[in-house]
Structure formats: structure tokens, C-alpha cells
């Protein structure tokens, strides 16, 4: 008989506002960054524009319309056995250009309204409290995530916003993929620390000195920000229950060469760099010669460090979508992603836009990261981004099931293991936009929803095959996975 998971375990799906909310200008809501990325594809990187242009596609602006179909998605969630449901505050839905002490009454009536309907079907949900959606605004009179007065706006902010939802929220998180701050992704999404027009990311282009020392600024106002929120949180509601989230993914020497297996080690230590701070409190032993080799120099406050140490989270999340590896060697073929970047391995697939799939990498960084911090444990994003076919109202999405069978069998192994894993909340629960590439057309989605990379469509939604199979899954507890 197979061990199953534990009784009270958090099973759900996950999303984000800016990918799946729609309704930008709807009852008071500013602009936030991810409102002025357009569309594009895996050729054309998506392009952040100060001045909203008429004839370009930004798919923020209306999204899936969750804005206006809430309570039909919530309802199929809850069909399929739903426990916990992430999806990310919007930032400028609450606070229009993000310095305002008073909140948008109208913002906060809507996240109440939707947990309102979450707590109906007994739903908890899951808040990502910044999730790629800072308030344009920030980026453009502050200079984003740099400069530190963030700090406050962020923490007015989450005063607010914890105050209010007192009685419907337990679980937080404070930063969605914090990590992505130390690459190219983050500079526009997450620092909001580029303000000119440009293509979002550029994956070839080296960072200078200045972007390096500009990202771990920005990275330790994060910080600061994240570990106060805790505090705040825990004053404001003990029971809160408020966890840091990570880009995660299993980084392999690509052969037993000493050089390859430094080198992953040194990779894998970029994995562990937010962890350190954000669960155990203070800067890893690395960063010293991190930051020199670097040629960087992080202005920090006196005290800093103490807040960094007093607001360390109660959970450690994390993303988990692929596996990669790390060599010296400089004509290995290189492998896609969209945070987590490195070498081809030639034992695995790899799903139709080049991520490489590999369950038994979940369990092998579960327990390395358990092996760590040894606190509770949640996968807050994972899943197969397929193309898929609508046929007689419905999708036959046996290679999302399969991918899913597959990591689940490695998340029972690392719970037997030993690892304290409390959560399963798979990516784009219902097709929503790429972050990525800006498409619709890479779907996750349990719930199929009417809408092309152009952006015509009804919107309508229809259960996939997967939306029956996972439902089995959670009736189970995690049993049942045929
Ligand atoms: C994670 C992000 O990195 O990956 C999500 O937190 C994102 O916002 C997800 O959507 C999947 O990536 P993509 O590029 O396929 O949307």
C-alpha cells in the first residue's frame, strides 16, 4: 500500500494578476509594469513601452477577464476538489501609483469579494503579495525597487492589506521568485529598475557591472521589505502564515569533471542565495567573494542586518519546472527556460518550448532544500506549457497528466524521504498569459479558456481531461493518479 500524503495536505493551483485578471483600468486601478509589456512569442521577446500603444497587444489588459468571471473559475476549482488557490495582489488595484497612504476602496472590495467566494467552497487561498506587478508609477518617478523608499510603499502596503483580509487569509507570500531580481528577467518585472523602452529580457546579453550592482540593491531592499512584512504580519495576525518564494530548479554537473561539478555547485548556490537570507536570516558565507568578484558593493543601513534576522518566514515555496546543467565547457548546447538558464542533458525531454522535464529533479531539490532549512516545504508553481487542441468542447491533454503523475510520484518519495512538504499548487490552474513570451497559446491549464495570441476568442471555459484526473487525485489525497 502506498504511503499517502499527509491528511490536512494543501492540494490547488496557482495564478497571478497580472496574467490573468484583465480589467486594468477597471474601477480605479493605475498602471502597473507588466501593463506596459506587449505580446510576443519565443522569436520576439516581449517589449516594455512607457506610452500605451494603440496598435500593439498588451495581454495584461484583459487577460482571462478573472476580473469579471471570478466567481465561474472559483466554482470550477472548487469542482475539482480545490484546498488552497494561489493568485497575486494587484498591486495598483489597491494603490493606483503605489506611494498613496490611502488605499482604492473599490481594489480592496474586489480581493474581498473573490475570498468571500474562495471561503464558500472552503478554498484557502494563498497570496502572493507582489507578483511581477509593480506599480508603473514606481518605476517611473521612484526608479523602482533601487530606490529605497519602496520599503514603506510596500509596507503600507501589506499593513493594509493584512489588516483587511484578517478574517479570509492565512498563508502569505512576501515576493513572487525574489531570485529573478539577480537576472535579466527581473530588471523590468520585479526591480522595476529599467524605465527605457526595450525588449523585456535579453537572454544573451552579459550584465554589466552597474546592472549587477543595481540588481543586489534593489535585491537588498527586498529583503528588508520581505523580512518587515513578516513582522508586521505576525503582530498584526500570529496565525499568519508567511513564506518566501523562490525560482527554483535542480542544477547537474553535466559530466564528473571536477571543473563541471564546481561549477554546478557554484550555480546551485545562486539557488540558495534568497533562501539563506529569507529563512535563515542573513547573507550566505559566499556572498563576501560573491559580491567582490562581482566588483559590487551593497549599501547596507545600520540594522539592516537585525531586521533581516528578526523576519525570517515560517515556509520556504518555490517554483519547480525543469532541471538543467552546468559546464565549462563551451560548446555544450545550450538549454530554454525562462529563469533558470544553463546545458542540455541528454536523458531528458523536453516540453515544446525546450524546458527540460524532470520529475525525479523535484524530489532531488526537495530534499536538498529540506536538507537546508528544514521548515515546512510548498510547491507553489510547476506544470507542462503545451500547445493545446479544443475538440467537442474539451482537450485530451494526456501529456499534462502524464507530466503531473510523474512529479507528484517524486513529491511522495521525497515525503518519505522525510521532507515536510505541506502544498502542491500547480501553475496557470486555468490557461492564462506567458510570462515569458507574453502568449496565450503555451497553456497549463486544467480549464481550457477561448483565446488566441491575438487575443480573439469568447473567453468561454471547458474542463480538460486533466481538470477529471486531478480532481481524482485530490479526492484520493494523491492516491489515485491512473
Ligand atoms: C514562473 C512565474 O517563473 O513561471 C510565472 O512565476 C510564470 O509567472 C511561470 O508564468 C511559467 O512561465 P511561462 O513563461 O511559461 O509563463
Not at 14 to 19: D, L, M, S
Not at 463 to 473: A, C, E
Request: charged share 25%; glycine share 8%; proline share 3%.
Amino acid at each position: 500500500m502506498r504511503m499517502s500524503f499527509p491528511k490536512n495536505f494543501l492540494w490547488g493551483g496557482a495564478t497571478a494578476a497580472n496574467q490573468f485578471e484583465g480589467g486594468w483600468k477597471e474601477d480605479g486601478k493605475g498602471d502597473s509594469v507588466c501593463d506596459h509589456i506587449t505580446a510576443g512569442t519565443v522569436s520576439t521577446p516581449r517589449y516594455f513601452t512607457n506610452e500605451i500603444k494603440e496598435d500593439l497587444n498588451y495581454p495584461s489588459h484583459e487577460a482571462i477577464d478573472f476580473y469579471h468571471r471570478y466567481k465561474e473559475d472559483i466554482a470550477l476549482f472548487a469542482e475539482m476538489g480545490f484546498k488552497v488557490f494561489r493568485l497575486s495582489l494587484n498591486w495598483t488595484r489597491i494603490f493606483p501609483k503605489g506611494d498613496e497612504v490611502k488605499p482604492n476602496q473599490k481594489g480592496l472590495d474586489f480581493y474581498r469579494n473573490v475570498f468571500m467566494e474562495c471561503k464558500k467552497y472552503g478554498i484557502e487561498p494563498l497570496v502572493t503579495i507582489s507578483h511581477y506587478e509593480i506599480p508603473y508609477y514606481l518605476m517611473n518617478q521612484y526608479g523602482g525597487w533601487l530606490n529605497r523608499d519602496c520599503i514603506d510603499f510596500y509596507l503600507n502596503f501589506c499593513k493594509v492589506v493584512f489588516n483587511e483580509y484578517k478574517d479570509l487569509v492565512k498563508y502569505w507570500l512576501t515576493f513572487n521568485e525574489i531570485n529573478c531580481l539577480m537576472m535579466g528577467v527581473g530588471d523590468i518585472l520585479s526591480g522595476g529598475i529599467q524605465s527605457e523602452d526595450g525588449p523585456m529580457q535579453d537572454f544573451n546579453q552579459i550584465p554589466t557591472r552597474k546592472q549587477q550592482q543595481n540588481r543586489f540593491q534593489a535585491l537588498h531592499h527586498q529583503f528588508l521589505a520581505s523580512a518587515k512584512a513578516v513582522v508586521l504580519g505576525h503582530e498584526i495576525n500570529p496565525e499568519y502564515q508567511i513564506g518566501c518564494m523562490v525560482a527554483g530548479g535542480a542544477i547537474y554537473p553535466y559530466t564528473c569533471n571536477p571543473d563541471d561539478i564546481v561549477l554546478a555547485q557554484q550555480e546551485m548556490r545562486m539557488n540558495y542565495f534568497c533562501g539563506d537570507v529569507q529563512v535563515r536570516g542573513e547573507y550566505p558565507y559566499f556572498t563576501k567573494r560573491m559580491f567582490e568578484d562581482m566588483g559590487i558593493v551593497v549599501t547596507m543601513k545600520e540594522g539592516d542586518l537585525e531586521v533581516l534576522k528578526k523576519g525570517t518566514v515560517d515556509f520556504y515555496s518555490f517554483s519547480y519546472y525543469m532541471s538543467t546543467c552546468a559546464t565549462t565547457d563551451e560548446d555544450a548546447k545550450k538549454a530554454s527556460g525562462n529563469v533558470i538558464m544553463g546545458v542540455k542533458n541528454p536523458y531528458l525531454k523536453a516540453s515544446d518550448w525546450g524546458w527540460q522535464i524532470d520529475s525525479k529533479g523535484l524530489r532531488y531539490l526537495l530534499n536538498d532544500l529540506y536538507g537546508r532549512y528544514q521548515i515546512p516545504m510548498m510547491i507553489v508553481e510547476n506544470g507542462l506549457g503545451a500547445v493545446d487542441v479544443l475538440e467537442d468542447n474539451t482537450v485530451h491533454d494526456s501529456y499534462r497528466i502524464d507530466y503531473l503523475r510523474e512529479h507528484i510520484k517524486q513529491m511522495e518519495e521525497a515525503i518519505k524521504d522525510g521532507v515536510d512538504l505541506i502544498g502542491f499548487t500547480p501553475w496557470g490552474c486555468i490557461d492564462l498569459v506567458s510570462i515569458s513570451t507574453g502568449e496565450m497559446k503555451k497553456r497549463y491549464g486544467f480549464i481550457y479558456v477561448d483565446k488566441d495570441n491575438e487575443g480573439n476568442g469568447s473567453l468561454d471555459r471547458f474542463r480538460k481531461d486533466s481538470f477529471y484526473w486531478y480532481k481524482k487525485v485530490i479526492a484520493s489525497n494523491g492516491k489515485d493518479l491512473d
